[in-house]
């Protein structure tokens, strides 16, 4: 039997708001939080921006002492699951704890963490390293916190993606839920990417903005990386129902495929079976799709490969349905990136309002999509897909369903 | 075949592990089998050998050997290969 699956909860640690309700209020605006870096000197690099989370106080959410064991991207991971789990409003049991899962995805672990240890290593300083480097820095660090803390002592893992972790975290407590083996979990992803090592990498990999992120706009120029964490808490729908809870929206069908093609060239074909794989798995067909929050990272090769992927898997239906990029606003926080878009997805079909690609100024011809340019729609939409295509060909969609009966 | 030209075909050579002789200055990188990638690892091998920066969108229009060649060119000062 499968069991319908509810979403309770909604946890939101972004650089377009530190919570839900700010995170959302940003999106409906169109307003980016891309901006310079300001958590790295980026005097060797050769770009400058990235949407980082304004005016993070990790004092005013955590002590001194809990601090020394978390990294910047496990303390996202723990705020937004600290949201997520209050607005579900979630009553313990021993027997509940004890059935609670716990899924993330994370694609780099603490990596500012890492930077340190290694520029004090190879630095000459010579400089001692934390003896809580490795429980800091070790990509399952966000999942074992929030475990800890809320006392979740169900299957609980993380999964690394790359791109398509939160994505398929999210996909996984889905099916772990639906299929009985937990009976709640708080799932998501988080990611600090801001470390000078970290960002070398993407420099060489030439695929960063020098200015902002235009997803399918003509004149677009790469991605722009950002961090954060989302969360969301699921149930059994009747069990939410049962205990009176607020249902935010479903998840209805989820999809993977391998491009089993090239290492960061995407393709068409492999991100297509994950879109077909998730209508299948969510008994669907292409023209439920209201709304596709896009995985539009603003690179030259992705965008096209992700329209021809659409129209692959939707047919005609793909230049009709509305779609959007919301990294434009938020930035690309990989190993976090579908569960902020996951978040933002929910809430587009709960109030009826699809958020749109920012920085959007010319329409691509290749990208042959109806783009939501600049500004939200209003559009009571009742199905919509969420797509994460990985580097390394790993792809993630996910289907949502607007709350209701 | 002057001395960028030879470097940048040694280059192509080493990185791809080619025959030598096999990469020409007539090669497209399609030719010799480079996808996007290898061309990345190409051009920081340039940028490392020739003391060069190669901005992105410079790097992202180079597609064959003599489009390769032309890169380092333009951003060698003269006469600093002479030596």
Not at chain 1, 83 to 112: F, N, Q, Y
Not at chain 1, 335 to 341: K, V
Request: with cysteine.
């Amino acid at each position: 039997v499968k069991r319908r699956v509810a979403i309770t909860g909604l946890g939101a640690v972004t650089p377009v708001g530190g919570d839900v309700p700010r995170f959302w209020q940003s999106l409906r605006e169109g307003r980016s939080g891309i901006r310079p870096i300001s958590t790295v000197d980026c005097a060797r690099l050769r770009f400058k921006n990235g949407a980082e989370v304004e005016g993070y106080d990790p004092t005013s959410y955590f002590s001194e002492k809990d601090l020394g064991l978390l990294d910047r991207f496990a303390q996202f991971g723990l705020l937004a699951a600290r949201e997520a789990v209050a607005m579900a409003g979630i009553e313990w049991t021993p027997r509940l704890r004890d059935r609670t899962a716990v899924v993330t995805g994370s694609c780099l672990g603490g990596k500012i963490t890492e930077d340190k240890v290694f520029a004090g290593v190879y630095g000459g300083e010579g400089r001692r390293t934390h003896p809580f480097s490795i429980p800091r820095a070790m990509a399952n660090a966000a999942a074992s916190q929030i475990a800890m803390e809320i006392g979740a002592r169900g299957p609980s893992y993380t999964i690394s993606t790359a791109c398509a972790s939160a994505t398929h975290a999210i996909g996984q407590a889905y099916w772990l839920l639906r299929s009985g083996t937990a009976d709640l979990a708080v799932t998501g992803g988080s990611e600090a990417p801001f470390a000078l090592g970290h960002l070398k990498k993407w420099e060489a990999l030439r695929v960063v903005a020098p200015d902002t992120c235009r997803p399918f706009s003509r004149d677009r120029r790469g991605m722009i990386l950002g961090e954060g964490g989302a969360m969301l808490v699921l149930e059994p729908f009747e069990a939410a129902r049962a205990r009176g809870a607020v249902i935010l929206g479903e998840v209805v069908g989820f999809g993977m495929s391998s491009d089993a093609h090239h290492v960061t060239q995407p393709s068409a074909e492999g991100a297509a079976l994950a879109i077909s794989a998730a209508l299948e798995d969510g008994g669907m067909r292409p023209e439920q799709i209201d709304y596709v929050n896009a995985h539009g990272t603003g690179t030259a090769v992705n965008d096209p490969i992700e329209a021809e992927a659409l129209r692959l898997a939707l047919g005609e239906h793909a230049r009709r349905v509305p779609i959007s990029s919301t990294k434009s606003m938020h930035g690309h926080a990989l190993g976090a990136a579908g569960a902020i878009e996951a978040v933002a997805t929910v809430l587009a079909l709960r109030d009826g309002v699809l958020p749109p690609t920012a920085n959007f100024t010319e329409a691509d011809p290749e990208c042959d999509l109806n783009v939501i340019q600049n500004e939200a729609r209003a559009v009571m939409a009742e199905h919509a897909l969420s797509n994460s295509f990985a580097f390394g060909g790993l792809n993630g969609v996910l289907i949502f369903r607007r709350g209701g009966d | 075949m002057d001395n960028i030209e030879s470097r940048v075909l040694e280059a192509i050579t080493r990185l791809q592990f080619l025959e030598p002789g096999r990469a020409t200055p007539a090669s497209t990188f399609e030719d010799l089998g480079m996808t996007s990638l290898d061309s990345l690892s190409l051009i920081a091998d340039l940028e490392e050998q020739f003391q060069i920066e190669i901005p992105n969108d410079q790097a992202m229009a180079v597609s064959t050997v003599r489009q390769a060649v032309e890169c380092v060119r333009r951003l060698v000062p003269d006469g600093a290969l002479q030596a």
